[in-house]
Protein backbone atom coordinates (compact mmCIF):
# COMPACT_ATOMS: atom_id res chain seq x y z
CA UNK A 1 0.00 0.00 0.00
CA UNK A 2 1.30 3.24 -0.88
CA UNK A 3 -0.12 6.17 1.06
CA UNK A 4 0.32 9.72 0.24
CA UNK A 5 -1.26 12.08 3.14
CA UNK A 6 -1.66 16.11 2.74
CA UNK A 7 1.43 16.02 0.56
CA UNK A 8 2.71 19.43 -0.43
CA UNK A 9 6.45 20.20 -2.27
CA UNK A 10 8.35 23.14 -3.45
CA UNK A 11 11.63 22.73 -4.88
CA UNK A 12 14.05 24.92 -2.57
CA UNK A 13 14.49 28.32 -3.95
CA UNK A 14 11.30 28.43 -6.06
CA UNK A 15 8.44 30.29 -4.72
CA UNK A 16 5.78 28.21 -5.84
CA UNK A 17 4.06 24.57 -4.79
CA UNK A 18 4.29 21.86 -7.35
CA UNK A 19 2.23 19.92 -4.99
CA UNK A 20 -0.62 21.10 -2.97
CA UNK A 21 -2.00 18.99 -0.38
CA UNK A 22 -1.99 15.64 -2.65
CA UNK A 23 -4.06 12.72 -0.83
CA UNK A 24 -3.63 9.08 -2.74
CA UNK A 25 -4.30 5.76 -1.34
CA UNK A 26 -2.85 2.86 -3.93
CA UNK A 27 -3.89 -0.40 -2.55
CA UNK A 28 -1.53 -3.88 -3.22
CA UNK A 29 -2.19 -5.01 -7.29
CA UNK A 30 -3.78 -1.78 -8.26
CA UNK A 31 -3.16 -0.54 -11.81
CA UNK A 32 -3.16 3.62 -11.39
CA UNK A 33 -2.27 5.63 -14.58
CA UNK A 34 -0.93 9.24 -13.09
CA UNK A 35 -1.93 11.80 -15.85
CA UNK A 36 -1.72 15.59 -16.32
CA UNK A 37 -0.70 18.42 -17.95
CA UNK A 38 3.77 18.85 -18.34
CA UNK A 39 4.99 20.47 -15.55
CA UNK A 40 2.03 19.06 -13.53
CA UNK A 41 3.84 17.57 -10.65
CA UNK A 42 3.45 13.45 -11.97
CA UNK A 43 7.30 13.11 -11.85
CA UNK A 44 7.56 14.88 -8.39
CA UNK A 45 5.00 13.00 -6.95
CA UNK A 46 6.11 9.32 -8.06
CA UNK A 47 10.12 10.07 -6.51
CA UNK A 48 8.58 10.47 -3.25
CA UNK A 49 7.19 6.91 -3.60
CA UNK A 50 11.14 5.47 -3.08
CA UNK A 51 12.19 8.14 -1.05
CA UNK A 52 13.86 10.52 -3.71
CA UNK A 53 11.80 13.25 -2.74
CA UNK A 54 10.70 13.82 0.75
CA UNK A 55 7.44 15.87 1.56
CA UNK A 56 7.68 19.48 2.60
CA UNK A 57 4.28 19.07 4.46
CA UNK A 58 2.33 15.76 4.89
CA UNK A 59 3.96 12.09 4.54
CA UNK A 60 4.40 9.42 2.23
CA UNK A 61 4.05 6.04 3.69
CA UNK A 62 4.74 2.60 1.50
CA UNK A 63 3.43 -0.29 3.14
CA UNK A 64 2.61 1.40 6.64
CA UNK A 65 5.94 2.81 7.10
CA UNK A 66 7.12 6.70 6.85
CA UNK A 67 8.88 7.00 3.64
CA UNK A 68 10.91 9.37 5.88
CA UNK A 69 11.70 5.92 8.23
CA UNK A 70 14.13 4.51 5.70
CA UNK A 71 17.10 5.24 3.27
CA UNK A 72 16.34 5.39 -0.86
CA UNK A 73 18.22 2.16 -1.11
CA UNK A 74 16.23 0.43 1.25
CA UNK A 75 12.70 1.85 -0.29
CA UNK A 76 13.97 0.63 -3.63
CA UNK A 77 14.06 -2.35 -2.81
CA UNK A 78 10.28 -2.40 -2.54
CA UNK A 79 9.48 0.51 -4.78
CA UNK A 80 11.16 -0.06 -8.15
CA UNK A 81 11.23 3.23 -10.32
CA UNK A 82 12.03 3.47 -13.72
CA UNK A 83 12.95 6.96 -14.81
CA UNK A 84 11.41 8.56 -18.02
CA UNK A 85 14.89 9.28 -19.61
CA UNK A 86 16.84 5.86 -19.53
CA UNK A 87 20.42 7.51 -20.08
CA UNK A 88 19.72 8.47 -16.66
CA UNK A 89 19.45 5.26 -15.18
CA UNK A 90 22.13 3.26 -17.40
CA UNK A 91 25.96 3.11 -16.98
CA UNK A 92 27.14 -0.89 -17.62
CA UNK A 93 28.83 -1.83 -20.71
CA UNK A 94 26.16 -4.60 -21.27
CA UNK A 95 22.91 -5.16 -20.81
CA UNK A 96 23.80 -8.03 -18.95
CA UNK A 97 25.79 -6.64 -16.58
CA UNK A 98 22.98 -3.16 -16.11
CA UNK A 99 20.93 -6.36 -15.37
CA UNK A 100 22.70 -8.47 -12.83
CA UNK A 101 24.31 -5.43 -11.04
CA UNK A 102 21.52 -5.09 -8.65
CA UNK A 103 21.29 -8.56 -8.14
CA UNK A 104 25.05 -8.55 -6.97
CA UNK A 105 24.37 -5.80 -4.95
CA UNK A 106 21.43 -7.12 -3.07
CA UNK A 107 23.34 -10.67 -2.15
CA UNK A 108 22.23 -13.13 -4.94
CA UNK A 109 23.31 -16.33 -5.82
CA UNK A 110 25.35 -16.23 -9.41
CA UNK A 111 23.07 -18.89 -10.38
CA UNK A 112 19.73 -16.87 -9.47
CA UNK A 113 21.65 -14.12 -11.06
CA UNK A 114 21.90 -16.03 -13.89
CA UNK A 115 17.96 -17.01 -14.22
CA UNK A 116 16.63 -13.84 -13.36
CA UNK A 117 18.49 -11.91 -15.90
CA UNK A 118 17.48 -14.88 -18.36
CA UNK A 119 14.23 -14.45 -17.72
CA UNK A 120 13.62 -11.16 -17.80
CA UNK A 121 15.46 -10.48 -20.76
CA UNK A 122 13.15 -12.61 -22.37
CA UNK A 123 10.09 -11.12 -21.16
CA UNK A 124 10.62 -7.89 -22.48
CA UNK A 125 12.29 -9.18 -25.92
CA UNK A 126 15.82 -8.32 -24.61
CA UNK A 127 17.54 -11.44 -25.59
CA UNK A 128 19.22 -10.75 -28.63
CA UNK A 129 21.03 -7.70 -27.24
CA UNK A 130 22.14 -9.46 -23.70
CA UNK A 131 26.11 -9.18 -25.01
CA UNK A 132 25.15 -5.58 -26.34
CA UNK A 133 26.16 -2.13 -24.85
CA UNK A 134 23.24 -0.22 -23.77
CA UNK A 135 24.00 2.85 -25.69
CA UNK A 136 24.22 1.31 -29.17
CA UNK A 137 20.24 -0.03 -28.66
CA UNK A 138 17.48 2.40 -29.81
CA UNK A 139 15.84 4.55 -27.93
CA UNK A 140 12.84 1.93 -27.49
CA UNK A 141 15.06 -0.46 -26.53
CA UNK A 142 16.99 1.14 -23.81
CA UNK A 143 14.14 2.29 -22.26
CA UNK A 144 13.01 -1.24 -22.24
CA UNK A 145 16.82 -2.20 -20.54
CA UNK A 146 16.26 0.46 -18.42
CA UNK A 147 12.79 -1.52 -17.30
CA UNK A 148 14.27 -4.69 -16.99
CA UNK A 149 16.90 -3.70 -14.78
CA UNK A 150 14.47 -2.58 -12.29
CA UNK A 151 12.43 -5.56 -12.87
CA UNK A 152 14.63 -8.00 -12.00
CA UNK A 153 14.38 -7.39 -8.43
CA UNK A 154 11.33 -8.27 -8.44
CA UNK A 155 10.39 -5.06 -6.45
CA UNK A 156 6.79 -4.87 -4.87
CA UNK A 157 5.59 -2.12 -6.17
CA UNK A 158 6.90 -0.93 -9.46
CA UNK A 159 6.53 2.99 -10.99
CA UNK A 160 7.44 3.62 -14.66
CA UNK A 161 7.71 7.35 -15.71
CA UNK A 162 6.18 7.60 -19.42
CA UNK A 163 6.90 3.79 -20.37
CA UNK A 164 5.94 4.06 -23.70
CA UNK A 165 7.80 6.60 -25.35
CA UNK A 166 9.39 5.65 -28.16
CA UNK A 167 7.94 2.21 -28.17
CA UNK A 168 6.22 0.65 -31.12
CA UNK A 169 2.87 -0.53 -31.66
CA UNK A 170 4.06 -4.27 -30.45
CA UNK A 171 6.23 -3.37 -27.78
CA UNK A 172 3.53 -1.36 -26.09
CA UNK A 173 1.47 -4.53 -26.69
CA UNK A 174 3.87 -6.88 -24.92
CA UNK A 175 4.24 -4.30 -22.23
CA UNK A 176 0.65 -4.10 -21.39
CA UNK A 177 0.39 -7.72 -21.57
CA UNK A 178 3.83 -7.39 -18.74
CA UNK A 179 1.85 -5.28 -16.74
CA UNK A 180 -1.04 -7.27 -16.73
CA UNK A 181 1.28 -10.36 -15.47
CA UNK A 182 2.97 -7.84 -12.91
CA UNK A 183 -0.79 -7.51 -11.82
CA UNK A 184 -1.77 -10.58 -11.59
CA UNK A 185 1.21 -11.51 -9.27
CA UNK A 186 -0.34 -9.28 -6.95
CA UNK A 187 2.19 -6.19 -7.46
CA UNK A 188 1.14 -2.56 -7.75
CA UNK A 189 1.57 -1.17 -10.84
CA UNK A 190 2.04 2.73 -11.07
CA UNK A 191 2.92 4.73 -14.51
CA UNK A 192 3.48 8.02 -15.44
CA UNK A 193 2.17 8.72 -18.97
CA UNK A 194 0.46 11.06 -21.30
CA UNK A 195 -0.16 8.23 -23.76
CA UNK A 196 -4.16 8.54 -23.98
CA UNK A 197 -4.42 5.51 -26.76
CA UNK A 198 -2.34 3.27 -24.13
CA UNK A 199 -4.51 3.96 -21.28
CA UNK A 200 -7.61 3.68 -22.98
CA UNK A 201 -6.36 0.24 -23.99
CA UNK A 202 -5.18 -0.90 -20.40
CA UNK A 203 -7.74 0.54 -19.11
CA UNK A 204 -6.41 1.62 -15.54
CA UNK A 205 -7.53 3.58 -12.33
CA UNK A 206 -6.68 7.42 -13.94
CA UNK A 207 -4.96 9.97 -11.52
CA UNK A 208 -5.46 13.16 -13.26
CA UNK A 209 -3.37 15.97 -11.96
CA UNK A 210 -2.96 19.50 -12.49
CA UNK A 211 -1.40 22.52 -11.58
CA UNK A 212 -0.28 20.11 -8.35
CA UNK A 213 -3.94 19.25 -7.13
CA UNK A 214 -5.42 16.14 -7.66
CA UNK A 215 -8.57 16.88 -9.88
CA UNK A 216 -10.33 13.66 -10.77
CA UNK A 217 -9.38 9.79 -9.66
CA UNK A 218 -11.66 7.71 -11.57
CA UNK A 219 -11.69 4.35 -14.10
CA UNK A 220 -10.02 4.98 -17.17
CA UNK A 221 -13.43 4.85 -19.16
CA UNK A 222 -14.97 7.51 -16.93
CA UNK A 223 -12.10 10.23 -17.56
CA UNK A 224 -11.47 10.17 -20.56
CA UNK A 225 -15.29 10.62 -21.96
CA UNK A 226 -15.24 13.73 -19.56
CA UNK A 227 -14.05 16.36 -21.84
CA UNK A 228 -13.91 19.16 -19.54
CA UNK A 229 -11.84 17.03 -17.25
CA UNK A 230 -9.77 16.28 -19.79
CA UNK A 231 -9.06 18.98 -20.97
CA UNK A 232 -8.02 20.98 -17.86
CA UNK A 233 -5.40 18.86 -17.77
CA UNK A 234 -4.08 19.13 -21.27
CA UNK A 235 -4.94 15.67 -22.44
CA UNK A 236 -7.41 14.97 -25.55
CA UNK A 237 -10.13 12.17 -25.45
CA UNK A 238 -8.79 9.19 -27.08
CA UNK A 239 -10.52 8.88 -30.72
CA UNK A 240 -12.83 6.35 -29.99
CA UNK A 241 -14.07 8.53 -27.07
CA UNK A 242 -14.47 11.35 -29.28
CA UNK A 243 -15.97 9.35 -32.47
CA UNK A 244 -18.57 7.64 -30.87
CA UNK A 245 -19.10 11.59 -28.76
CA UNK A 246 -19.41 12.59 -32.91
CA UNK A 247 -21.89 10.25 -33.66
CA UNK A 248 -25.07 11.73 -34.78
CA UNK A 249 -27.17 8.95 -33.09
CA UNK A 250 -28.90 8.95 -30.03
CA UNK A 251 -29.31 6.45 -27.12
CA UNK A 252 -25.18 6.37 -26.96
CA UNK A 253 -22.91 4.67 -24.08
CA UNK A 254 -20.99 7.05 -22.69
CA UNK A 255 -18.03 4.81 -21.11
CA UNK A 256 -16.61 3.85 -24.91
CA UNK A 257 -12.93 4.44 -25.09
CA UNK A 258 -11.52 1.27 -27.41
CA UNK A 259 -11.98 0.28 -30.83
CA UNK A 260 -13.39 -3.29 -29.20
CA UNK A 261 -15.76 -1.24 -27.13
CA UNK A 262 -16.89 0.20 -30.19
CA UNK A 263 -16.88 -2.11 -32.38
CA UNK A 264 -19.17 -3.97 -30.05
CA UNK A 265 -21.96 -1.06 -29.73
CA UNK A 266 -21.38 -0.73 -33.79
CA UNK A 267 -21.91 -4.24 -34.18
CA UNK A 268 -25.27 -4.56 -32.57
CA UNK A 269 -26.47 -1.21 -34.06
CA UNK A 270 -25.71 -1.83 -37.17
CA UNK A 271 -27.02 -5.33 -37.45
CA UNK A 272 -30.53 -3.95 -37.00
CA UNK A 273 -30.08 -1.50 -39.82
CA UNK A 274 -28.34 -4.09 -42.63
CA UNK A 275 -29.61 -7.18 -41.49
CA UNK A 276 -28.23 -9.19 -43.86
CA UNK A 277 -24.71 -8.60 -43.55
CA UNK A 278 -22.54 -11.52 -42.65
CA UNK A 279 -18.98 -11.71 -41.11
CA UNK A 280 -16.13 -12.33 -43.23
CA UNK A 281 -13.81 -14.72 -41.83
CA UNK A 282 -10.13 -15.14 -41.98
CA UNK B 1 14.76 17.67 -59.11
CA UNK B 2 13.63 16.12 -55.76
CA UNK B 3 14.49 17.79 -52.50
CA UNK B 4 15.32 14.02 -51.22
CA UNK B 5 17.06 11.81 -53.50
CA UNK B 6 18.51 8.23 -52.57
CA UNK B 7 19.30 5.32 -54.66
CA UNK B 8 20.57 1.88 -52.81
CA UNK B 9 21.26 3.58 -49.37
CA UNK B 10 22.72 0.69 -47.30
CA UNK B 11 24.60 1.16 -43.82
CA UNK B 12 25.77 -1.22 -41.48
CA UNK B 13 26.93 0.06 -38.24
CA UNK B 14 30.86 -0.90 -37.31
CA UNK B 15 31.04 -3.49 -35.95
CA UNK B 16 27.25 -4.82 -36.51
CA UNK B 17 26.95 -7.73 -38.31
CA UNK B 18 23.77 -7.05 -40.51
CA UNK B 19 22.81 -3.66 -42.12
CA UNK B 20 20.60 -1.29 -40.44
CA UNK B 21 18.90 -0.27 -43.98
CA UNK B 22 19.40 -1.51 -46.93
CA UNK B 23 18.94 -0.60 -50.27
CA UNK B 24 16.41 2.23 -49.29
CA UNK B 25 15.15 4.42 -52.94
CA UNK B 26 13.32 6.69 -52.42
CA UNK B 27 12.53 10.37 -53.65
CA UNK B 28 10.79 13.01 -51.66
CA UNK B 29 9.11 15.91 -53.53
CA UNK B 30 9.48 19.62 -52.71
CA UNK B 31 6.95 20.58 -50.04
CA UNK B 32 5.77 17.22 -49.12
CA UNK B 33 4.65 16.12 -46.07
CA UNK B 34 6.24 12.82 -44.70
CA UNK B 35 5.80 10.56 -42.04
CA UNK B 36 8.48 7.70 -41.43
CA UNK B 37 7.20 5.02 -39.61
CA UNK B 38 8.22 1.29 -38.90
CA UNK B 39 8.63 -0.76 -35.18
CA UNK B 40 11.64 -0.08 -33.36
CA UNK B 41 14.83 -0.54 -34.67
CA UNK B 42 13.23 -0.46 -38.17
CA UNK B 43 16.08 1.69 -39.50
CA UNK B 44 14.16 5.04 -39.79
CA UNK B 45 16.90 6.78 -37.69
CA UNK B 46 19.63 5.31 -39.77
CA UNK B 47 18.15 6.86 -42.79
CA UNK B 48 17.48 10.55 -40.83
CA UNK B 49 21.00 10.31 -39.68
CA UNK B 50 22.07 9.98 -43.27
CA UNK B 51 20.59 12.83 -44.99
CA UNK B 52 22.22 15.38 -42.77
CA UNK B 53 25.85 13.52 -43.20
CA UNK B 54 25.24 12.35 -39.67
CA UNK B 55 26.01 9.09 -40.95
CA UNK B 56 29.54 8.23 -41.77
CA UNK B 57 30.66 11.55 -40.32
CA UNK B 58 29.47 10.90 -37.06
CA UNK B 59 28.60 7.08 -36.69
CA UNK B 60 31.16 5.25 -38.38
CA UNK B 61 30.25 2.10 -40.64
CA UNK B 62 30.20 1.06 -44.39
CA UNK B 63 27.54 3.31 -46.58
CA UNK B 64 26.87 2.44 -49.71
CA UNK B 65 24.38 3.74 -52.50
CA UNK B 66 23.62 8.17 -53.62
CA UNK B 67 22.00 10.54 -51.22
CA UNK B 68 20.88 13.88 -52.39
CA UNK B 69 19.70 16.42 -50.44
CA UNK B 70 18.59 20.04 -51.74
CA UNK B 71 20.08 19.06 -54.47
CA UNK B 72 23.66 18.76 -52.90
CA UNK B 73 25.56 15.45 -53.06
CA UNK B 74 25.58 14.91 -49.15
CA UNK B 75 28.69 13.13 -49.66
CA UNK B 76 30.95 15.90 -50.65
CA UNK B 77 29.26 18.20 -47.81
CA UNK B 78 30.11 18.71 -43.85
CA UNK B 79 27.12 18.21 -41.56
CA UNK B 80 27.60 22.18 -40.83
CA UNK B 81 27.41 22.91 -44.55
CA UNK B 82 24.20 20.79 -44.82
CA UNK B 83 22.73 22.40 -41.96
CA UNK B 84 21.58 25.27 -44.21
CA UNK B 85 19.46 23.03 -46.50
CA UNK B 86 18.22 20.85 -43.80
CA UNK B 87 17.04 20.74 -40.22
CA UNK B 88 17.05 18.39 -37.56
CA UNK B 89 14.48 18.66 -34.12
CA UNK B 90 15.21 15.16 -31.37
CA UNK B 91 13.02 13.79 -29.61
CA UNK B 92 14.33 15.81 -26.21
CA UNK B 93 14.55 19.40 -26.52
CA UNK B 94 16.70 19.64 -23.57
CA UNK B 95 19.68 17.94 -26.04
CA UNK B 96 19.07 21.07 -28.46
CA UNK B 97 18.86 23.84 -25.74
CA UNK B 98 21.90 25.66 -23.84
CA UNK B 99 22.12 28.96 -23.80
CA UNK B 100 20.71 31.52 -21.27
CA UNK B 101 18.19 32.76 -23.19
CA UNK B 102 15.50 31.54 -25.55
CA UNK B 103 16.10 34.35 -28.02
CA UNK B 104 20.06 33.72 -27.61
CA UNK B 105 19.64 30.14 -28.54
CA UNK B 106 17.81 30.45 -31.54
CA UNK B 107 20.21 32.73 -33.03
CA UNK B 108 23.17 30.64 -32.26
CA UNK B 109 23.27 28.48 -35.55
CA UNK B 110 23.02 31.37 -37.64
CA UNK B 111 25.93 33.22 -35.87
CA UNK B 112 27.61 30.03 -36.50
CA UNK B 113 27.11 30.56 -39.92
CA UNK B 114 28.06 33.80 -40.18
CA UNK B 115 24.58 35.44 -41.36
CA UNK B 116 25.25 39.41 -40.73
CA UNK B 117 23.78 41.03 -37.89
CA UNK B 118 20.73 42.62 -39.32
CA UNK B 119 19.71 39.66 -41.24
CA UNK B 120 20.22 37.10 -38.35
CA UNK B 121 17.75 39.67 -35.92
CA UNK B 122 15.16 39.62 -38.48
CA UNK B 123 15.55 35.99 -39.00
CA UNK B 124 14.97 34.92 -35.32
CA UNK B 125 12.22 37.22 -34.99
CA UNK B 126 10.50 35.38 -37.77
CA UNK B 127 11.28 32.39 -35.95
CA UNK B 128 10.01 33.12 -33.00
CA UNK B 129 6.92 34.50 -34.16
CA UNK B 130 6.54 31.79 -36.60
CA UNK B 131 6.27 29.05 -33.79
CA UNK B 132 4.32 31.51 -31.37
CA UNK B 133 6.89 32.10 -28.98
CA UNK B 134 8.12 35.63 -29.49
CA UNK B 135 6.85 36.76 -25.72
CA UNK B 136 9.45 34.14 -24.22
CA UNK B 137 12.25 35.44 -26.19
CA UNK B 138 14.32 36.65 -22.54
CA UNK B 139 13.47 33.49 -20.67
CA UNK B 140 15.90 31.03 -20.22
CA UNK B 141 14.85 27.57 -21.87
CA UNK B 142 14.66 25.29 -18.17
CA UNK B 143 11.77 28.51 -17.33
CA UNK B 144 9.63 26.48 -20.20
CA UNK B 145 7.53 24.39 -20.32
CA UNK B 146 8.54 20.91 -22.47
CA UNK B 147 6.30 22.05 -25.04
CA UNK B 148 7.60 25.95 -25.55
CA UNK B 149 11.37 24.06 -25.21
CA UNK B 150 9.97 22.19 -28.45
CA UNK B 151 8.78 25.51 -30.14
CA UNK B 152 12.28 27.03 -29.04
CA UNK B 153 14.17 24.12 -30.88
CA UNK B 154 12.04 24.12 -34.07
CA UNK B 155 12.52 28.05 -34.29
CA UNK B 156 16.67 28.03 -34.00
CA UNK B 157 16.21 25.23 -36.66
CA UNK B 158 13.63 27.60 -38.33
CA UNK B 159 15.82 30.61 -38.24
CA UNK B 160 18.10 28.70 -40.54
CA UNK B 161 15.36 28.39 -43.42
CA UNK B 162 16.52 24.83 -43.91
CA UNK B 163 14.45 23.83 -47.19
CA UNK B 164 13.67 20.42 -45.47
CA UNK B 165 12.91 19.97 -41.97
CA UNK B 166 13.26 16.75 -40.22
CA UNK B 167 11.78 15.65 -36.65
CA UNK B 168 12.65 12.82 -35.38
CA UNK B 169 9.30 11.93 -32.18
CA UNK B 170 9.05 15.40 -31.71
CA UNK B 171 6.08 15.22 -29.58
CA UNK B 172 6.82 12.48 -27.38
CA UNK B 173 7.34 13.67 -24.15
CA UNK B 174 4.97 16.34 -24.15
CA UNK B 175 1.49 16.27 -23.21
CA UNK B 176 -1.19 15.62 -26.02
CA UNK B 177 -2.70 18.95 -26.21
CA UNK B 178 0.80 19.82 -26.37
CA UNK B 179 1.69 17.55 -29.11
CA UNK B 180 -0.95 18.05 -30.79
CA UNK B 181 -0.19 22.03 -30.79
CA UNK B 182 3.35 21.30 -31.89
CA UNK B 183 2.55 19.41 -34.37
CA UNK B 184 -0.37 22.12 -35.72
CA UNK B 185 3.15 24.50 -36.01
CA UNK B 186 5.18 22.01 -38.53
CA UNK B 187 1.94 21.55 -40.55
CA UNK B 188 1.41 25.48 -41.23
CA UNK B 189 5.20 26.28 -41.70
CA UNK B 190 4.78 23.12 -44.11
CA UNK B 191 1.88 24.86 -46.04
CA UNK B 192 2.68 28.38 -45.69
CA UNK B 193 6.70 28.06 -46.65
CA UNK B 194 6.44 24.66 -48.54
CA UNK B 195 9.20 23.20 -46.35
CA UNK B 196 9.62 19.68 -46.92
CA UNK B 197 9.09 18.03 -44.15
CA UNK B 198 10.20 14.31 -42.73
CA UNK B 199 8.18 13.04 -39.66
CA UNK B 200 9.22 10.37 -37.52
CA UNK B 201 6.39 9.45 -34.89
CA UNK B 202 4.63 6.32 -33.84
CA UNK B 203 1.79 8.48 -32.62
CA UNK B 204 0.00 8.37 -35.92
CA UNK B 205 -3.31 9.19 -34.39
CA UNK B 206 -1.87 12.64 -33.66
CA UNK B 207 -0.26 13.11 -36.95
CA UNK B 208 -1.63 11.35 -40.00
CA UNK B 209 -3.99 14.43 -40.95
CA UNK B 210 -1.66 16.54 -42.29
CA UNK B 211 0.63 13.95 -43.71
CA UNK B 212 0.30 13.40 -48.09
CA UNK B 213 2.31 10.31 -47.70
CA UNK B 214 3.46 7.95 -45.14
CA UNK B 215 6.22 5.11 -45.71
CA UNK B 216 6.65 2.62 -43.59
CA UNK B 217 10.03 0.81 -42.82
CA UNK B 218 10.30 -2.50 -41.39
CA UNK B 219 14.09 -4.87 -40.96
CA UNK B 220 16.12 -1.94 -42.75
CA UNK B 221 13.92 -1.78 -45.78
CA UNK B 222 11.35 0.45 -47.06
CA UNK B 223 7.97 -1.65 -47.19
CA UNK B 224 4.88 0.51 -48.08
CA UNK B 225 5.01 4.02 -49.37
CA UNK B 226 1.95 6.02 -50.66
CA UNK B 227 -1.12 7.99 -49.06
CA UNK B 228 -2.06 7.69 -45.34
CA UNK B 229 -5.25 6.08 -46.53
CA UNK B 230 -3.46 3.40 -49.03
CA UNK B 231 -0.94 2.18 -46.39
CA UNK B 232 -2.94 1.89 -43.35
CA UNK B 233 -3.98 -1.69 -44.14
CA UNK B 234 -3.40 -5.36 -43.05
CA UNK B 235 -0.32 -5.28 -44.15
CA UNK B 236 0.96 -2.80 -41.58
CA UNK B 237 -1.30 -3.95 -38.85
CA UNK B 238 0.66 -7.29 -39.50
CA UNK B 239 4.24 -5.21 -39.29
CA UNK B 240 2.96 -3.87 -36.03
CA UNK B 241 2.15 -0.41 -37.12
CA UNK B 242 0.06 1.82 -34.39
CA UNK B 243 -2.58 2.32 -36.97
CA UNK B 244 -5.22 5.41 -35.81
CA UNK B 245 -7.58 3.82 -33.53
CA UNK B 246 -10.64 4.82 -36.68
CA UNK B 247 -8.89 2.63 -39.11
CA UNK B 248 -8.46 -0.36 -37.09
CA UNK B 249 -12.22 0.15 -35.68
CA UNK B 250 -13.36 0.44 -39.30
CA UNK B 251 -11.04 -2.47 -40.20
CA UNK B 252 -13.20 -4.43 -37.63
CA UNK B 253 -16.36 -3.35 -38.89
CA UNK B 254 -15.52 -4.55 -42.49
CA UNK B 255 -14.48 -7.99 -41.01
CA UNK B 256 -18.13 -7.74 -39.49
CA UNK B 257 -19.51 -7.66 -43.10
CA UNK B 258 -20.58 -3.86 -43.19
CA UNK B 259 -20.16 -1.93 -46.03
CA UNK B 260 -17.54 0.80 -45.48
CA UNK B 261 -15.25 0.95 -47.99
CA UNK B 262 -13.25 3.82 -47.18
CA UNK B 263 -10.08 3.99 -44.67
CA UNK B 264 -10.34 7.36 -42.48
CA UNK B 265 -7.92 9.25 -41.27
CA UNK B 266 -9.46 11.46 -38.69
CA UNK B 267 -12.38 11.19 -36.29
CA UNK B 268 -14.30 13.73 -38.49
CA UNK B 269 -13.98 11.24 -42.05
CA UNK B 270 -14.96 7.71 -39.89
CA UNK B 271 -18.10 9.78 -38.10
CA UNK B 272 -18.73 11.03 -41.39
CA UNK B 273 -18.93 7.64 -43.05
CA UNK B 274 -20.78 5.54 -39.75
CA UNK B 275 -23.19 8.77 -40.00
CA UNK B 276 -24.46 7.14 -43.58
CA UNK B 277 -24.59 3.71 -42.89
CA UNK B 278 -26.24 4.17 -39.26
CA UNK B 279 -28.80 5.96 -41.17
CA UNK B 280 -29.87 3.60 -44.41
Redesign the interface.
Known sequence: MISVNNVSFRYAGTPSNVLTNVNLQIKDGDFVAIM????AGKTTLVKMFNGLLQPREGNVCVDGVNTREKSVAQLSRDVGLIF??PDHQLFAETVSEELSFSLRNFGFDEEVIKRRVTNISTALDLDKYVESSPF?L????RKRVALAAILVWDPKHIVMD?PT????????DRLRNFIVQLISQGKTVVIVT?D??FV?ECKPRIVLLSKGTIIADNSASKILTNNEIV?R????R???A??IH????SEKPSDII???G??DF??S??RG??PN????CG | MPAISTRDLTFTYAGANAPSMESVSLSVEKGEFVILTGPSGCGKTTFCRCLNGLIPNFYSGELRGDIFVDEVNVSEKSTAELSRHIGFVFQNPENQLFSLSVERDVAFGLENLGVPEEEALARVKWAMKSTGIENLRNKAPYELSGGQQQRAAIAGVLAMKPNIIVLDEPTSFLDPKSAEDIIGVIAQLNREYRITTILVEHRLDIVSRYANRVIIMDQGKVVLDGAPSEVYGDKARLIGIGLPKVTTLFQMLRREGFPLYTNPITVEQASGELSKVLQK
Open positions: GENGQNISGGEEIGQDYLQKHVEATASLVPQIELQLPIDAYARLVRLIHTKKI
